[in-house]
C-alpha cells in the first residue's frame, strides 16, 4: 500500500528557511507528478509547486515563485520542497500529493502533512 510521509516542518522566523520532504513508500510508478499543497487556517488548500517525474517539468504558485524549490529523487522515490525567505502568509499544514497513471487508469495519494509555522 502506497504511503506518503512529509517531514521537516516546524517553526521558523520571517525570512528564514525550511526544507520539507516527502517519502513515498511501496511506490513503484514510473510515471508521476509530485506536488506540494499548503492550508492555512480557515482557508482552502492551494497548490503550491508540482513536478512531473519524467521531465524536468515543474510548476509554483505565484505567491512562492522565486523563494520554493521543488524537486524529485526518482531513486529514493521522495520529494523535497526547499522554502527560502519564508513569510507569515507562508504558514499552514504542507500536503505532498502523488498522482500516477498505470494502466489508463490514475491513482493519487495524500501525506497526512506537516505544520509549517512563520513567526516572530
Known amino acids: 500500500q502506497v504511503q506518503l510521509v512529509e517531514s521537516g516542518g516546524g517553526l521558523v522566523q520571517p525570512g528564514g528557511s525550511l526544507k520539507l520532504s516527502c517519502a513515498a513508500s511501496a511506490f513503484t510508478f514510473t510515471t508521476y507528478i509530485m506536488s506540494w499543497y499548503r492550508q492555512a487556517p480557515g482557508k482552502e488548500r492551494e497548490l503550491v509547486a508540482s513536478a512531473l517525474s519524467v521531465a524536468d517539468t515543474v510548476n509554483y504558485a505565484d505567491s512562492v515563485r522565486g523563494r520554493f524549490t521543488i524537486s524529485i529523487d526518482n531513486n529514493e522515490n521522495t520529494v523535497s520542497l526547499q522554502m527560502n525567505s519564508l513569510k507569515p502568509e507562508d504558514t499552514g499544514v504542507y500536503f505532498c500529493?502523488?498522482?500516477?497513471?498505470?494502466?489508463?487508469?490514475?491513482?493519487?495519494?495524500w501525506g497526512q502533512g506537516t505544520q509549517v509555522t512563520v513567526s516572530s
Open positions: 500529493k502523488a498522482v500516477a497513471w498505470h494502466q489508463h487508469k490514475e491513482y493519487a495519494y
